[in-house]
């Protein structure tokens, strides 16, 4: 296991800023675990942020609500409250 991996999801989700960043994207561009890591990460984050906006039409559809915007990490708290 590459040692970078255990940052990985901090970097997709930018929380990382300055060197730490760009230390990680240069890494990524090297190492095919992390950009392996990083594609299944983004599959599996569209695939929940898609679940979580049908969820989010079901419920605001039966109350009569329009479905408000949020940025990705926000939806994925969402859905689960």
């Known amino acids: 296991m590459c040692d970078y ?3 990985l999801v901090a ?3 930018r929380e990382m800023q300055g060197d730490e ?3 990680m994207e240069r890494h ?3 190492c095919a675990e992390c950009r392996n890591g990083a594609a299944e990460f983004d599959r ?4 929940f ?3 979580c906006e049908a969820l989010a039409q079901t419920k605001d559809q039966r109350k ?3 479905v408000r915007q949020f940025s990705g990490r926000q939806r ?3 859905c689960w409250h």
Do not use: K, M, Q, T
């Open 64 to 66: 009569g609500i329009r």
């Open 11 to 13: 970097w997709l989700d």
């Open 28 to 30: 990524v561009a090297v």
């Open 5 to 7: 991996s255990r940052r």
């Open 49 to 51: 942020e898609d679940y």
């Open 44 to 47: 599996v984050s569209g695939a």
């Open 21 to 23: 960043a760009s230390e």
């Open 76 to 78: 994925r708290r969402l």
